[in-house]
């Protein structure tokens, strides 16, 4: 019977991610909040002012979806839209200050999910870890703003 070969660094981030998401929810799941919510939510944290097809793109969903998201973050009274200062056609995202306590018990859920992830792995080596998806990220993402070779394109 043949062995089966070694998982592969994507299909390994991809379940980890995956997984991460999924406990994360499970300990979310009595805030009311879907895990797309959270997730505009935490990228409006970081990114205060930013547009809505920007946002769209850094989360990898279509602008008109971010708009429905922000939408119920607005009825819900975490995120506002505010006119941009230069451009009348588009808008400015920000969190309001009720999200504060929002994103404080997000970050208290982020934590505890990182530590059941992490578990017993030393602090060293989530340090070398975190270190080394910091340099693939920024490998793929200078590869990203050049054009694939002409044999990566073929053949993926």
């Given at each position: 019977?043949?062995?089966?070969p070694?998982?592969?660094?994507?299909?390994?981030?991809?379940?980890?991610?995956?997984?991460?998401?999924?406990?994360?929810?499970?300990?979310a799941?009595?805030?009311?909040?879907?895990?797309?919510?959270?997730?505009?939510?935490?990228?409006?944290?970081?990114?205060?002012?930013?547009?809505?097809?920007?946002?769209?793109?850094?989360?990898?969903?279509?602008?008109?979806?971010?708009?429905?998201?922000?939408?119920?973050l607005e009825?819900?009274?975490?995120?506002?839209?505010?006119?941009?200062?230069?451009?009348?056609?588009?808008?400015?995202?920000?969190?309001?200050?009720?999200?504060?306590?929002?994103?404080?018990?997000?970050?208290?859920?982020?934590?505890?999910?990182?530590?059941?992830?992490?578990?017993?792995?030393?602090?060293?080596?989530?340090?070398?870890?975190?270190?080394?998806?910091?340099?693939?990220?920024?490998?793929?993402?200078?590869a990203?703003?050049?054009?694939?070779?002409?044999?990566?394109?073929?053949?993926?």
């Amino acid at each position: 019977m043949p062995t089966k070969p070694p998982p592969t660094v994507g299909f390994l981030l991809h379940d980890v991610a995956r997984l991460l998401r999924k406990r994360f929810e499970q300990n979310a799941r009595d805030t009311g909040l879907t895990r797309s919510q959270w997730q505009v939510l935490a990228y409006l944290d970081r990114n205060a002012g930013i547009q809505q097809g920007a946002l769209a793109e850094l989360i990898d969903v279509e602008p008109i979806t971010v708009g429905r998201i922000v939408d119920k973050l607005e009825s819900c009274g975490l995120a506002e839209r505010r006119a941009h200062p230069t451009d009348r056609r588009s808008w400015q995202l920000y969190l309001t200050e009720k999200a504060g306590p929002t994103l404080e018990k997000m970050r208290v859920l982020g934590e505890i999910t990182r530590a059941e992830a992490f578990g017993a792995i030393p602090e060293a080596e989530r340090a070398r870890l975190l270190g080394l998806l910091e340099t693939m990220k920024e490998n793929l993402v200078a590869a990203c703003q050049s054009p694939a070779a002409e044999g990566q394109a073929r053949h993926g």
